[in-house]
Structure formats: structure tokens, C-alpha cells
């Protein structure tokens, strides 16, 4: 199957900037999108940002604007650019793809999640 590790996270101060990274193994075929979501205390996971396979991206209201996504050739890392951080920017960040594996099952597949904590 797909493994997805990000990097990246950390603490920042309001305002500040971070840029999270996913990288994807295992044996994939393709990958039709890569995205990012993020999960805060005590509330649902949300989306934050995708891009499909023609780097088309796609943001949330609350970070549009703010965010930046972008993929890497071969298409195996996302990257997530977070500008004019905010403290309710603060949760964990989780790096999802759906992609076709080398048996030619597609799924979707998480990251075990980087934390990011924006302090006011």
C-alpha cells in the first residue's frame, strides 16, 4: 500500500510561516491528488487544500489566500506553503492521496499527521 510521511510542523508565532512536506512510497501507479487536512482538539478533520494530477489547486475558505499547495515531479511529494499563520491554524496536519497501487486498486491513504501550534 501507499505510506505518506509529513514533516514540517512545528510552533510559530502568529503571523509566521511554516511549509509542510509529504512524501509517498510504496508501489504506486498513479496518483490522482494529494491533499492536506488538519484536525484540531475536540473537532472533526477538515480539508484544507488539494491539487489533482494537473496541479489544479483547490483551498478551504479559512486558508485561501493564506496557503499555498504544490507537487513535486514525479508527483510522489506535496508540499504545503502557511503564510500570515493564525492560532486557530493550530492542529494537526494530515497529508492524504488517492492513488492507484501496482495491483491497480485505488485508495485513499493518510499520513500519521505533523503538528503545527500557532501561539498569539
Known amino acids: 500500500q501507499v505510506q505518506l510521511v509529513e514533516s514540517g510542523g512545528g510552533m510559530v508565532q502568529a503571523g509566521g510561516s511554516l511549509r509542510l512536506s509529504c512524501a509517498a512510497s510504496?508501489?504506486?501507479?498513479?496518483?490522482?491528488?494529494m491533499g492536506w487536512y488538519r484536525q484540531a482538539p475536540g473537532a472533526q478533520r477538515e480539508f484544507v487544500a488539494i491539487?489533482?494530477?494537473?496541479?489544479?489547486?483547490n483551498y478551504a475558505d479559512s486558508v485561501n489566500g493564506r496557503f499555498t499547495i504544490s507537487r513535486d515531479n514525479p508527483n510522489n511529494m506535496a508540499a504545503l506553503q502557511m503564510n500570515a499563520l493564525k492560532p486557530e491554524d493550530t492542529a494537526v496536519y494530515y497529508c492524504?492521496?488517492?492513488?492507484?497501487?501496482?495491483?491497480?486498486?485505488?485508495?485513499?491513504?493518510w499520513g500519521q499527521g505533523t503538528q503545527v501550534t500557532v501561539s498569539s
Open positions: 492524504n492521496t488517492v492513488a492507484r497501487d501496482s495491483t491497480w486498486i485505488i485508495s485513499s491513504s
Open positions: 510504496g508501489s504506486i501507479r498513479s496518483i490522482n491528488a
Open positions: 491539487i489533482t494530477s494537473d496541479a489544479s489547486p
